[in-house]
């Protein structure tokens, strides 16, 4: 900046500052720097003005966030170039009016004018955000008549539209279709992957990135990381984040909000921490990922606390911060927090709810027992239930034992989605667990009649850089045998030690024995006896589940924990439970 305020001295002492040439460079210097009033003082004063420097004030203004000052610009210009349309689709699409740039360039078309590739790229970022995939092939047929498909912008634009979109497979296509790749191409398809749940390729393609000669970015990371967190792969998630630090990028904010959300996931709360305290300037987005931390681990209380240090340091909490909030309040059975919480978000900060929202406070009064509360907010909100809202409910149900509502709610969930085979699975549990066999059976018919298969009890976790995945009394690891033996040891020593095997959790209709055989194969107990095995003393044990822990293997834990003094950490589908010398973390509350 001094420097451009040298020659731009040196220009008016020489004479030169009304020629046009110069005086348009002169605006473009200061808009580069975001001196908006420099630039808008310069051009009023300018002698002769052209298209080009009207196109210059148009950037500036975008560039500074003041779109509404560059509309008006561009609508008082009395001509206009190419150059002019490509500055405003681009700058519109910025700001996510997404709308308003398809409409300008729809009428840019008309007109005559060509797009550039920014504009192209603009427009199909705008698709993509929209979620139009027709609008986003018309686009794609306009690219392939100007002779821009092979154009790493607009390839890398139009591969990002499709995937977006949900059109994995096409963006993929067009991608190896681009006779070069760079960085952006790479992160492309590397993103897409991740949004699209294809989280082990995601780490697939990071690998061959590197191969092929090309380094990772800021934008490589947060989608590898946030692969990490799905795959739950401890060792693989420390290794990135090690070359991410290695590659200078380890404090961008939005590569520590990956962080903090990869360390939760994979049950190192203490990590996130970490990640986060280290961060010298964390922003809305990653408070939010910390507070979601402390709640997916029961810390409600260290995430109220946490709330209140984002007030004060004057942070403005979003949507999304309280979707977190209501959360940890939900899985800490902090009703009334929770309910000041929601309060607060409406009345103080004026947000409107989501259906998420919605969702949380439903668990929420549920899980403390207030079901017709719950029942009136679902009827009464401002936005559509939908199958989600209406099956948190229902495990509220089974939780306390309702089952006229848990039918009705049910019903309800059903005529949503009739293939949700998680609704028949929680209704054909409560009726087990009131020993109503017949109600079992007719749910099981329903179930056979529409052709909706339970989802398997799938566990699995990272030994040595090696996943080892358990299936609900499978017998397909190479260790089974040896897991079994060790099981029916375990089991013996729990017993001894006061365990009782809960049949009661065993929701089908056979005796004692063979449903104590059926609770000791759980997948979640095949995998903590294997790492069991596998494992040095005192190494802390980490399992995920694909489905929630049942109250038998709950009870088993805390007896595992305390006999072989482990630290055991189960993530299921709805949250963490650390077991340790005997207790969980949730407090039995989940």
């Not at 996510?96 to 009428?107: G, H, K, P, Y």
């Not at 990490?228 to 590569?255: N, P, R, W, Y």
């Not at 667990?433 to 749910?443: G, I």
């Not at 040896?482 to 013996?492: A, N, P, R, V």
Request: proline share 2%; with cysteine; glycine share 6%.
């Amino acid at each position: 900046m001094p420097l451009g305020k040298q020659l731009h001295s040196l220009i008016i002492t020489s004479g030169c500052s009304s020629d046009r040439f110069i005086s348009n460079h002169l605006l473009n210097l200061y808009s580069k720097f975001g001196d908006l009033q420099t630039v808008v003082t310069l051009f009023d004063r300018m002698p002769k003005r052209n298209t080009m420097s009207c196109n210059i004030m148009i950037k500036a203004y975008f560039q500074n966030g003041d779109f509404e000052s560059a509309y008006r610009f561009f609508n008082e210009m009395s001509e206009r170039n190419v150059a002019t349309w490509n500055a405003m689709v681009t700058g519109l699409t910025q700001f996510e009016m997404n709308e308003e740039a398809m409409l300008l360039f729809s009428e840019m078309n008309d007109l005559g004018f060509m797009p550039d590739e920014y504009s192209l790229g603009s427009i199909l970022r705008a698709c993509a955000h929209l979620g139009v995939l027709l609008a986003g092939m018309q686009v794609h047929a306009y690219v392939m008549k100007c002779g821009f498909v092979f154009n790493l912008v607009v390839g890398s634009s139009l591969a990002h539209m499709y995937m977006k979109t949900g059109s994995m497979q096409e963006g993929e296509k067009i991608i190896k279709s681009m006779p070069i790749h760079n960085v952006v191409a790479w992160n492309t398809l590397i993103a897409g992957k991740a949004q699209n749940g294809y989280a082990e390729e995601v780490v697939n393609h990071y690998c061959l990135m590197k191969m092929a000669g090309f380094r990772p970015d800021k934008i490589t990371f947060v989608s590898v990381i946030s692969a990490c967190s799905e795959l739950a792969t401890l060792g693989q998630g420390k290794q990135i984040h090690t070359e991410a630090i290695k590659s200078g990028v380890s404090s961008v904010v939005a590569v520590v909000s990956s962080l903090v959300s990869m360390y939760s996931k994979c049950g190192c709360l203490e990590d996130s921490v970490k990640a986060f305290s280290e961060c010298k300037e964390p922003d809305v987005v990653l408070w939010s990922s910390m507070i979601a931390a402390y709640g997916f681990h029961g810390q409600g209380q260290e995430a109220i606390r946490l709330f209140h240090q984002m007030e004060q340091e004057k942070l403005q909490a979003n949507e999304v911060t309280f979707l977190s909030m209501l959360y940890a309040c939900s899985h800490s059975g902090l009703k009334d927090k929770g309910l000041e919480f929601f309060s607060l978000m409406v009345d103080v900060y004026g947000l409107k709810p989501w259906l998420e929202h919605y969702t949380c406070m439903v668990d929420l009064l549920g899980r403390s027992g207030c079901l017709e509360e719950a029942v009136a907010m679902i009827r009464d909100m401002p936005v559509r239930a939908d199958a989600i809202i209406w099956k948190t409910l229902l495990s509220a149900c089974k939780i306390h034992k309702n089952i006229e509502m848990a039918r009705k709610i049910a019903e309800e969930v059903l005529r949503i989605d009739p293939q949700d085979s998680a609704s028949y699975v929680l209704l054909s549990n409560i009726h087990a667990a009131a020993k109503s066999w017949q109600d079992v059976s007719e749910v099981r018919k329903a179930m056979r009649d529409r052709r909706v298969k339970k989802e398997p009890g799938i566990s699995w976790l990272e030994l040595k850089n090696q996943v080892h995945q358990f299936s609900t009394g499978g017998k397909s690891h190479p260790m089974s045998v040896e897991i079994e033996l060790y099981l029916e040891e375990l089991t013996s020593e729990m017993k001894f030690h006061g365990y009782v095997p809960d049949t009661a959790s065993v929701l089908h209709d056979m005796d004692n024995e063979e449903k104590e055989y059926n609770l000791a194969h759980h997948s979640e107990k095949l995998a903590i006896a294997f790492a069991l095995m596998n494992t040095q003393e005192g190494v802390p044990i980490r399992v995920m589940k694909n489905l929630r822990v049942c109250s038998d293997c709950h009870v088993a834990f805390k007896f595992i924990s305390k006999i072989k003094n482990r630290e055991i950490i189960v993530r299921d589908s709805s949250r963490f439970h650390h077991f340790k010398n005997g207790t969980c973390s949730c407090g039995d509350y989940w």
